[in-house]
T-cell receptor, first 116, second 115 residues
Framework: AQTVTQSQPEMSVQEAETVTLSCTYD???????LFWYKQPPSRQMILVIR??????QNATENRFSVNFQKAAKSFSLKISDSQLGDTAMYFC?????????????FGDGTTLTVKP | DAGVTQSPTHLIKTRGQQVTLRCSPK?????VSWYQQALGQGPQFIFQ???????QRGNFPDRFSGHQFPNYSSELNVNALLLGDSALYLC??????????????FGPGTRLLVL
């Protein structure tokens, strides 16, 4: 069974600064997908970024980027130029290929507060 | 392009009752997954439906069952409700084909309170 660990329950950052959220996972799969989702106080879960395990290049989406270390089973999220609207709970998620019988697994989340 | 929709938004039930939650997937998606999210925790995978069949199931009792219809919409049924079933229930849809099948898009959720 897969596990996903987010070791930082809460973090804060000043507006315009950079913050990194940590995620580690454990799996015996060689092919899988990793995601970061954002859940603002409104509770709608929003996709932030996606990484395929077979790709060595780290994914980037505007101000959001990841540091994917497959051997270390680490998948951190970096938010640059933090904005007040980035305040939310962030979840790291592991998903096996949809053709496998694996189950998706989420971490328990990191609450990020961006301060003005 | 409509995203994932869920109904109802909120629901209050008493112990022992049964509840049905509904989900319509994003346009072009054929796979629906259901999650239970307790307050302050990450979503827990309940099960996934594709081609009207349950493909995968998490560690949830048989009181939790589901269905997928030919138009890809889905229902989650919970029987014999317990206080511990109080949670936010999230539906997520994805497309099996096209290489992005693993990317799930979530609905706004249904908040269930069991008294």
């Amino acid at each position: 069974a897969q596990t996903v660990t987010q070791s930082q329950p809460e973090m804060s950052v000043q507006e315009a600064e950079t913050v990194t959220l940590s995620c580690t996972y454990d799996t015996s799969e060689s092919n899988y997908y990793l995601f970061w989702y954002k859940q603002p106080p409104s509770r709608q879960m929003i996709l932030v970024i996606r990484q395929e395990a077979y790709k060595q290049q780290n994914a980037t989406e505007n101000r959001f980027s990841v540091n994917f270390q497959k051997a270390a089973k680490s998948f951190s999220l970096k938010i640059s130029d933090s904005q007040l609207g980035d305040t939310a709970m962030y979840f790291c998620a592991f998903m096996p290929p949809i053709t496998n019988a694996g189950k998706s697994t989420f971490g328990d989340g990191t609450t990020l507060t961006v301060k003005p | 392009d409509a995203g994932v929709t869920q109904s109802p938004t909120h629901l209050i039930k008493t112990r022992g009752q049964q509840v049905t939650l509904r989900c319509s997937p994003k346009s072009g998606h054929d796979t629906v997954s259901w999650y239970q999210q307790a307050l302050g925790q990450g979503p827990q995978f309940i099960f996934q439906y594709y081609e009207e069949e349950e493909r995968q199931r998490g560690n949830f009792p048989d009181r939790f069952s589901g269905h997928q219809f030919p138009n890809y919409s889905s229902e989650l049924n919970v029987n014999a409700l317990l206080l511990g079933d109080s949670a936010l229930y999230l539906c997520a849809s994805s497309a099996l084909s096209g290489g992005l099948g693993e990317t799930q898009y979530f609905g706004p959720g249904t908040r269930l309170l069991v008294l």
